[in-house]
Antibody, heavy 121, light 110 residues
């Protein structure tokens, strides 16, 4: 079974750093992009960035470029989303998802269960 | 402000047919496949329609997708209470070199 399992909820203070994870199983990890998607309360889904585990290529949404870092550890088939200095506006649910289909298709399947990040003083 | 435009809400009574629209541009819907995602309360999104009008195995044929020009639509017939949730369209945007989503439509079954 193809599965993405994310790390648990986090509560952080503004200015703190954070790294959340997404463990993949059940498919050729190196061969599919892994994407990260943000869902803020009451808002729509937003693509954050993606990584190709085979060669660690990354691309980011212009809205998130420089704000977060997407990385991967192929040895444990895990992708990460990282912040160096959190802000209250980073409070959201973050999903990882495999990008299935062609190189330029918005086909996210499957999705992880989501990691809730709360940033509050 | 999402790149793709969806109505914020839709509603219908059990058994009715509802349609959710998704409007974009030539750089996204006009040249790339559209996907629809269903997010039921408390769960992660799941693909409902892929490549404009294809249903994954397990998705009832009550759900159908279509696309024309720079717009797409999701139709749900025989509405059921368990269809309540959020629906998102998505496609690739060549200008942004990445996927883009609609703002989501919350479906209420009255």
């Amino acid at each position: 079974e193809v599965q993405l399992v994310q790390s648990g909820a986090e509560v952080k203070k503004p200015g703190e750093s954070l790294k959340i994870s997404c463990k993949a199983s059940g498919y050729g990890f190196n061969n599919y992009w892994i994407a990260w998607v943000r869902h803020m309360p009451g808002k729509g889904l937003e693509w954050v960035g993606r990584i190709y585990p085979g060669d660690s290529r990354t691309t980011y949404s212009p809205s998130f470029q420089g704000q977060v870092t997407v990385s991967v550890d192929k040895s444990i088939t895990t992708s990460y989303l990282q912040w160096t200095s959190l802000q209250a506006s980073d409070t959201a649910m973050y999903y990882c998802a495999r990008l299935y289909g062609g190189n330029s298709e918005a086909w996210f399947d499957p999705w992880g269960q989501g990691t809730l990040v709360t940033v509050s003083s | 402000q999402s790149v793709l435009t969806q109505p914020p809400s839709a509603s219908g009574t059990p058994g009715q047919r509802v349609t959710i629209s998704c409007s974009g541009r030539s750089s996204n819907i006009g040249r790339s496949s559209v996907f629809w995602y269903q997010r039921l309360p408390g769960t992660a999104p799941n693909v409902l329609i892929y490549r404009d009008n294809q249903r994954p195995s397990g998705v009832p044929d009550r759900f159908s997708g279509s696309k024309s020009g720079n717009s797409a639509s999701l139709a749900i017939s025989g509405l059921r209470s368990e269809d309540e949730g959020d629906y998102y369209c998505a496609t690739w945007d060549d200008s942004l070199s990445g996927p883009v989503f609609g703002g989501g439509t919350t479906l209420t079954v009255l």
